[in-house]
């Protein structure tokens, strides 16, 4: 795929995101998927395909009126496109959520093969998983 074709997919990516659209978002991955998620929270780790669509939805689903993400900046080069965004929504615990990233993310043969996705760590603790980070009692 050519670098435009990548970035066109990346940004379908944050759509399907932003849509909550998990069996799309399947669709997209290649079979040997693996989203690393960096950090010390109770999301952070690394998932293969088949653990991402409940991984995903457990995530997503914690914003009963979504979570939007915008791309706020993008460069591709080889099979690799490197991206800067932003999400914004209200979690179910009623806290305002807007986080920035950095996305690494890997492609081939118009399928997503890895991503690596860099945040706000401590935010992540807060809000999604209430202030509870692994290894702390009932987390």
Known sequence: MSLSENKRL?????????????????????????????????ISGSFTKP???????????????????????????DDR?????????IHASGKLYV??????ITIRDGKIVKSQEYMDTQLVTDVICGGKRPGDAGA
């Open 99 to 104: 986080n920035k990233y950095h996305f690494l």
């Open 51 to 77: 653990q991402l669509a409940e991984f995903c939805s457990s995530v997503l689903d914690t914003f009963p009126e979504g979570l939007k993400f915008t791309v706020t900046g993008m460069t591709a080069e």
């Open 10 to 42: 990346v940004e379908r990516y944050f759509d399907i995101l932003t849509r909550n659209d998990i069996p799309e978002l399947m669709d997209i991955y290649d079979d040997s998927m693996m989203l690393h998620v960096p950090g010390d929270t109770l």
């Open 81 to 89: 496109v490197a991206v800067q965004a932003e999400s914004r929504g």
